[in-house]
T-cell receptor
């Protein structure tokens, strides 16, 4: 699975959009971009994933560049409860009973300030 | 709530104790996972079960023994642990044909 690079930390004002970048310059054509987050002392929570098209759900939007070498997770109206470590993970889809592993790096600590 | 529950939420044990962590999911998923998260370290995958068969064991010491009696339950049996085994132990589950994993709240384990 491709390696990802994320900033160690970011701040965002409550109510504003939080834009979290992720670089994955070695991504291959069959690898997806996944985002999870982990609020302090809780289990990680799935947010969104995509292959090459932009994706949106009730939690966030995922923007993937045309060359797929980077992506941005957007929380449109950040709240204090969005303070968490955000993980960008790149991996192929699991198939045939193999490749179960999600490799969590250090992620980005997003702090939403009042 | 993700639909994955873990008990106990907190556990303190001595190095000579035997204890078990329990994970339960009623999401109809058929893959279940144990992860370890030590302080200031990334999550480490320990074990994976698919359809009640162990499919991954990532060089975990034998003092950790997993058990998956059915697709809804996963246990982690602990014996003669070391203080460095103190960590947050997370359980997750996923459906067969997706890679979205749903995590429980974790068990905070302290080994004295």
């Amino acid at each position: 699975d491709a390696k990802t690079t994320q900033p160690t930390s970011m701040d965002c004002a409550e109510g504003r959009a939080a834009n979290l970048p992720c670089n994955h310059s070695t991504i291959s054509g069959n690898e997806y971009v996944y985002w999870y987050r982990q609020i302090h002392s809780q289990g990680p929570q799935y947010i969104i994933h995509g292959l090459k098209n932009n994706e949106t759900n009730e939690m966030a939007s995922l923007i993937i560049t045309e060359d797929r070498k980077s992506s941005t997770l957007i929380l449109p109206h950040a709240t204090l409860r969005d303070t968490a470590v955000y993980y960008c993970i790149v991996r192929t889809l699991r198939s045939g009973g193999s490749n179960y592993k999600l490799t969590f790096g250090k992620g980005t600590l997003l702090t939403v300030n009042p | 709530e993700t639909g994955v529950t873990q008990t106990p939420r907190h556990l303190v044990m001595g190095m000579t104790n035997k204890k078990s962590l329990k994970c339960e999911q009623h999401l109809g998923h058929n893959a279940m996972y144990w992860y370890k998260q030590s302080a200031k370290k990334p999550l480490e995958l320990m074990f994976v079960y698919s359809l009640e068969e162990r499919v991954e064991n990532n060089s975990v010491p034998s003092r950790f023994s997993p058990e998956c009696p059915n697709s809804s339950h996963l246990f982690l049996h602990l014996h003669t642990l070391q203080p460095e085994d103190s960590a947050l132990y997370l359980c997750a589950s996923s459906p067969e044909h997706t890679d979205t994993q749903y995590f429980g709240p974790g068990t905070r384990l302290t080994v004295l």
